[in-house]
């Protein structure tokens, strides 16, 4: 308390846990490679010393049959772009969409991008290749500090 500065210290309310169960069970989410997306697919997500890949899975492609599959990863993008930035993910990126013939993947690279639009990290999409390929630099320094001090969300997504 001593640091904090005097008109602040009214403010603090010490309490015995800081996170609801709601919150921690999110926490928990980001420390394992899997993540649910929209319309059913799922992502796993698998660091390598070269690149992170993701792999996106339709557990049950044929219960949903009002969406096609380069539908369902065009909407579930957004998603997933949400979870490349909690998950704090850089370096190359490497995404295979889910039921998605190899001839319309370049398409996908454009609704990639889209969904990336807001990232302050400003990723670079390729579209030039027949999976969809994400490239965003780091500073440096944030690698360090996740391998030195590794916090559960943080834990098994280093490059």
């Not at 008109?7 to 394992?32: G, K, M, N, W, Y």
């Not at 010393?49 to 049959?65: E, G, K, N």
């Not at 998605?100 to 609704?111: E, T, W």
Request: charged fraction near 20%; proline fraction near 11%; aromatic fraction near 6%.
């Amino acid at each position: 308390m001593a640091q904090i500065p005097a008109a602040l210290r009214p403010r603090i309310e010490r309490v015995s846990q800081a996170f609801d169960t709601v919150l921690e069970a999110l926490c928990d989410e980001l420390s394992t490679p899997q993540a649910s997306l929209p319309n059913g697919l799922r992502a796993t997500i698998t660091p390598t010393p070269a690149l992170t890949a993701i792999d996106l899975d339709d557990p049950s492609p044929d219960q949903r049959r009002q969406m096609d599959g380069f539908a369902a990863n065009r909407h579930g993008f957004v998603a997933l772009s949400r979870e490349i930035r909690l998950r704090n993910l850089s370096g190359a990126i490497l995404i295979d969409p889910a039921g998605v013939p190899l001839r319309k993947r370049p398409a996908l690279g454009a609704f990639l991008a889209t969904a990336l639009a807001d990232d302050p990290m400003q990723p670079e999409c390729s579209e030039r290749r027949p999976w969809v390929c994400w490239k965003s630099s780091a500073p440096e320094d944030v690698h360090l500090c996740m391998k030195h001090f590794p916090a559960p969300a943080g834990a098994g997504f280093l490059l």
